[in-house]
């Protein structure tokens, strides 16, 4: 298990990575729901099923706001 | 390892967990507007010598909604003009405007801007220097729909389409329920009005089978350049509620949202028999506009402006 650096939002966080780990795993770990965040994997709009491998550039964002 | 789409093993954009299908941006996009033309003709939202009106924030959800109308109102020859509603509020709509604008411009559809501070006298920001936020919101709402109706009917329009999605739809499927109003809920619906009356123009709903999630989606991979931004002033305290707790199920229960909207239609015409006002509208004594009252919502709380300067 390593650490690895997710842009949310704009700012970076930092989640668990493993081998075989998908963006979704990552959204659990950041607590950010699927219904209002999308993923992009190296500037590319990606399922959130996509696993990530350690030199990916991973960015999740924000596309529903409450209010 | 790329996930791939369904349909074409080509690289996937986006997961629908309510089908279980993951979709590359072609049979995303198709699958996206197919749903859309279905939900207008289903609704029969859309008539030949119809005179649509689009209403366009400058979101996601109003920009999407427009690309796609241009499409049917084009193939059924019936004319569609933007309409965008300056609101005043200093930061955020600026920006949203110019999205609407430069869209419109793209997709060579008529666009008119009307303004609060013209057509009301008063910016949303002037009337949150005096009021608290929940307050602002409202006024801001209610003089948005009157402008909007107003203005469409003036320029001959007969229905206004607004960008409603599936997530709008079941929260407030959820929220009347919830509240307890069984009469707001039976006026609920993708088409037609909250009044039947020769001066109201009838809303239409394009969207509402659309998840929010789908509709971002979709403006991304069409280069709509659309800022996932808020209003400064929202505050819907319950409808946030509303809104969380629908998230959360749907993601454990995929489907959630379309079950919670599927289940209304299909109580929608018993609901409208028994829980019908049968009001009928007068003219407001004081701008002419429909009211359920002598004076409408928008004359009395410019009235309580007015007092409170
Ligand atoms: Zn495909
Ligand atoms: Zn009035």
């Known amino acids: 298990m390593g650490s690895f650096k997710v842009k949310l939002n704009g700012k970076y966080a930092k989640v668990r990575w493993k081998n075989g780990m998908r963006i979704i795993d990552f959204m659990h770990q950041l607590c950010v729901n699927r219904e209002t965040h999308l993923a992009k994997k190296n500037g590319r709009l990606v399922s959130e099923l996509e696993e990530v491998s350690a030199k990916d550039r991973i960015e999740i964002f924000g596309v529903v706001y409450g209010g | ?309």
């Open chain 2, 1 to 309: 390892m790329a996930v791939r789409c369904s349909k074409c093993n080509g690289t996937a954009v986006i997961y629908l967990p309510y089908g279980n299908e993951n979709f590359c941006k072609k049979h995303f996009v198709d699958s996206f507007e197919r749903r859309v033309r279905r939900t207008v003709r289903e609704f029969r939202m859309i008539r030949k010598g119809d005179r649509i009106g689009a209403a366009v924030s400058g979101g996601k959800d109003s920009v999407t909604m427009l690309h796609l109308l241009r499409g049917i109102c084009d193939s059924m020859r019936v004319p569609l003009v933007a309409l965008s509603v300056d609101e005043g509020i200093e930061g955020y709509r600026a920006r949203t405007l110019q999205v609407a604008k430069e869209n419109c411009r793209k997709l060579g559809v008529e666009h008119k801007i009307l303004s609060f501070k013209k057509e009301i006298g008063i910016t949303v920001d002037e009337i949150a220097e005096r009021e608290e936020r929940m307050r602002t919101c409202s006024y801001c709402g209610v003089f948005r729909r009157w402008i909007l109706n107003k203005a469409a009917r003036e320029m001959g329009l007969n229905k206004l389409a607004v960008g409603h999605n599936l997530d709008d739809a079941a929260q407030t499927i959820l929220m009347n329920f919830l509240r307890n109003e069984p009469f707001r809920l039976a006026r609920f619906g993708p088409s037609g009005g909250i009044i039947k009356h020769e001066f109201f123009v009838d809303r239409i709903k394009p969207l509402m089978r659309i998840p929010e999630r789908e509709s971002a989606v979709y403006s991304i991979i069409k280069g709509m350049d659309i800022r996932f931004g808020r209003c400064p002033y929202a505050h819907e305290a319950f409808r946030n509620k509303v809104r969380c707790f629908l998230n959360d199920l749907e993601e454990e229960f995929p489907g959630t949202k379309f079950r919670v909207f599927n289940s209304f239609m299909s109580v929608r015409d018993v609901l409208g028999e028994k829980f019908n006002t049968n009001e009928t509208p007068m003219k407001c004594k004081q701008c002419g506009e429909l009211s359920s009252q002598e004076v409408c919502m928008r004359c009395r709380m410019l009235e309580e402006l007015k007092f409170e300067k």
